[in-house]
């Protein structure tokens, strides 16, 4: 037996009985996945919970689903993990922000350094948002991770304060200053573009309570990078067991 198809929808109330599905979420039920009257569907609103449906009627532009019943999402992860990562060229943050998001990371953050040769704009922000939400139905979460783009460095550093473990990937270094190995409770991850970072981006972020961590001997591209730093993370806080 398949699966359910899962679509994201605005926040549902404790007693919905139903609700319509519209825009880009009916697009993709209707066109690409072919969803017909009588489907079994499972609605997700960003709160953790999965509602499962009945799809009663499709209609031109939308269709409505009746609830039958909601769970407690089983697949996110107990511990949070945010992801800041440096704009990539072409559709690498794309790459980035999908596999982060099967990682389970609980919030992406990209932002502009002195290094970055990359740009963000408004519409490539939201097909960011568009990836990660695709990438939690595919790997059956029940959150999607919120992508925000940082302008300014300083403030993309700032927006890790409060958590337990702020790690910091420099290429230049020849020690970790971290254990990855040893963390628990909540983790920040940074990982710069392709030009990696200025040395006084790093003391800039020492300053602010991040750890230095080396990736070893070998000096890998931005998202092999971001990609391993989470899974790294993940599996010491177990996440991947």
């Known amino acids: 037996m398949s699966t359910p198809r899962r679509f994201f929808i605005e926040k549902l109330s404790a007693d919905s009985a139903e609700v319509w599905l519209e825009g880009e979420e009916f697009i993709h039920a209707k066109t690409v996945l072919r969803v017909e009257e009588g489907a079994e569907i499972v609605l997700l609103d960003g709160s953790g919970k999965e509602y499962s449906a009945i799809v009663a009627k499709i ?120 254990n990855m190995a040893e963390l628990s409770g909540s983790t920040a991850l940074v990982v710069g573009s392709e030009g990696g970072f200025a040395e006084n981006e790093f003391a800039l972020a020492q300053s602010l309570g991040f750890a230095g961590i080396s990736l070893g001997k070998r000096i890998l591209r931005a998202e092999t990078a971001a990609v391993t730093m989470c899974a790294l993370a993940a599996f010491a806080l177990g996440e991947l067991k």
């Open 59 to 178: 209609e031109k532009r939308r269709l409505l689903a009746h609830i039958t019943g909601a769970i407690d999402g089983e697949r996110e992860p107990k511990t949070e993990i945010y992801l800041l990562c440096g704009a990539l060229k072409g559709d690498k943050t794309e790459l980035v922000v999908q596999k982060a998001t099967e990682l389970g990371v609980s919030k992406i953050g990209v932002f502009n350094s002195e290094y970055c040769s990359a740009y963000m704009n408004e519409n490539k922000l939201e097909r960011l948002n568009k990836v990660a939400r695709e990438a939690a139905k595919q790997c059956l979460r029940s959150r999607a991770p919120t992508v925000e783009y940082f302008k300014d460095f300083y403030a993309a550093l700032k927006s890790a304060d409060g958590y337990k473990n702020k790690l910091f990937a420099c290429e230049f270094l020849n020690n970790s200053d971290g």
